[in-house]
């Protein structure tokens, strides 16, 4: 079966940049999606089509695909980004999510 | 505005049967996919199913197919997920969620979650 994988863990100072990576067989050959999800609440959307944004989310969400590896860029990271984040993207007629990545803003 | 609200959500003893629903608003709901996700306390996020809108194909995730039933009415905006043979892994915050695109793109609406507890 299909896997997305990410690490666990980021951490990252207010104002600087959090890069957070989504691996998968050609994943660059399908849409990669991305959801923010904070602790007691239902994810968010930040990034579709491997880089769009939904309407509200902040320009300092941003997104790439490429290859084998999809990556989330938060730029100028902000103490209420902190929070847990979930690559996805469909394998044929399957969807399939990362393991999630939990950012931390020292 | 967009509006997804799951319920049905209980606790259920090993083997058992529950029904969830999630109540659409706020848009065409013919029109879109419509997928369940999952949750397990702790854990990260795990795809369960997806319906199309007009035609109700369906596909669902090795660890519930046989056993999971995903169906909608248009008619009533509504989406379900019959659960049938519940284990103590099904145990999860199960979300209803909206698909851009049929098997393509993300999604971009997502409803509260309702809370499924398998244990004796």
């Known amino acids: 079966s299909y896997e997305l994988t990410q690490p666990p863990s980021v951490s990252v100072y207010p104002g600087q940049t959090a890069r957070i990576t989504c691996s998968g067989d050609?994943?660059?050959?399908?849409?990669a999606s991305w959801y923010q999800q904070k602790p007691g609440q239902s994810p968010v959307m930040v990034i579709y089509q491997d880089n769009k944004r939904p309407s509200g989310i902040p320009e300092r969400f941003s997104g790439s695909n490429s290859g084998n590896t999809a990556t989330l860029t938060i730029s100028g990271t902000q103490a209420m980004d902190e929070a847990d984040y979930y690559c996805?993207?469909?394998?044929?007629?399957?969807?399939?999510f990362g393991g999630g990545t939990k950012v931390t803003v020292l | 505005e967009v509006q997804l609200l799951e319920s049905g959500g209980d606790l259920v003893q090993p083997g058992g049967s529950l029904r969830l629903s999630c109540a659409a608003s706020g848009f065409t709901f013919s029109t879109h996919a419509m997928s369940w996700v999952r949750q397990a306390p702790g854990k990260g996020l795990e795809w369960v199913s997806v319906?199309?809108?007009?035609?109700?194909?369906?596909y669902y995730a090795d660890s519930v197919k046989g056993r999971f039933t995903t169906y909608r009415d248009n008619s009533k905006n509504t989406l379900y997920l019959q659960m049938n043979s519940l284990r103590a892994d099904d145990t999860a915050v199960y979300y209803c969620a909206r698909a851009q695109q049929w098997l393509s793109g993300g999604f971009d609406y997502w409803g509260q979650g309702t809370l499924v507890t398998v244990s004796s």
């Open positions: 319906i199309s809108g007009s035609d109700a194909r369906t």
């Open positions: 996805q993207a469909w394998d044929s007629s399957t969807g399939v």
């Open positions: 050609k994943l660059g050959d399908k849409y």
